[in-house]
């Protein structure tokens, strides 16, 4: 919500959740009472406890679906914070597709035996002019594939082995990322001095790194032989809900 605190005053909220008591432990604003509201409700509530004035609009379904995803073109911005990667594929599309910049964001903490191995964060923007996220081998396209499909369809998907295995996430490392992204925002759309694009965020060591990627020329998301720049000429991933 730090960018209701940095003046931004018109939101569009895009989650299909509602809170779980297992949320609670990294969803800002969340409280007990809050289990079984959509989060779309709760960080509406925080925003205008910053803000009563701002203009906030709840979705409080998923961008995986077409008519959703299309909603967002004519933003200044989004933050993309999912870990779904059809959801992460379609927003790095219309980053580049209509020219909406994308922060996106990503977390993990792995742990073997027992005990952890790793704590990593990634906060990248993308738009034109920049890799994207196939460019940076952060969407994996067969995880694409079998989240845009019906439960029916994975069901009889021969390749499906698993589907959405949970993984742990706590909120000192997600607003560490987040904030991250926030600063890149300002660097990014104010005169606030920033060079970094990328930045991965490594726990253990306490290292937050700026790099850079080189972009794939022949990219069918980012580069001109692909979806750059097309609008409404090139289809947009994602399910079309029946009426």
């Known amino acids: 919500m730090a960018h209701a605190h940095l003046g931004v005053s018109e939101f569009v909220l895009v ?48 961008v995986t679906d077409l008519d959703v995803a299309l909603a967002l073109v004519d933003l200044d911005a989004i933050f993309g914070c999912t870990d779904s990667h059809a959801s992460r594929a379609i927003l790095n599309q219309l980053a580049y597709q209509f020219y909406v910049p ?18 990593s964060g990634r906060a990248q923007m993308v738009a034109p002019g920049l890799p994207c996220l196939v460019c940076a081998g952060v969407i994996d396209a067969a995880a694409v594939r079998r989240e845009l ?43 606030v001095p920033g060079e970094a694009r990328l ?6 060591a306490g290292v937050v790194r700026a790099a850079t990627l080189r972009a ?3 990219c069918v ?6 979806a750059l720049g097309l609008g409404d000429q090139w289809s947009l991933p994602g399910r079309v809900r029946e009426p």
Do not use: W
Request: glycine share 8%; proline share 7%.
């Open 149 to 191: 499909q019906s439960a029916v369809q994975r069901a009889a998907d021969p390749y499906i082995t698993g589907f959405n295995e949970p993984q742990p996430a706590v909120i000192s490392l997600n607003s560490t990322v987040a904030s991250l992204a926030v600063t890149m925002f300002m660097a990014a759309f104010t005169p």
């Open 102 to 119: 994308l922060f996106d964001v990503g977390v993990g903490i792995v742990a073997k035996q027992g005990e952890v191995t790793h704590i």
């Open 199 to 204: 930045q991965y965020y490594n726990g253990i």
């Open 221 to 226: 998301v980012c580069s001109r032989s692909g």
């Open 15 to 62: 989650d299909p959740d509602v809170v779980d008591e297992t949320n609670l432990n990294r969803l800002v604003g969340a409280t007990p009472h809050d289990v079984g509201a959509a989060k779309t409700k709760v960080a509406a509530r925080l925003i205008q406890s910053i803000n009563p004035g701002a203009a906030i609009k709840p979705v409080s379904r998923d």
């Open 216 to 218: 794939d020329p022949s």
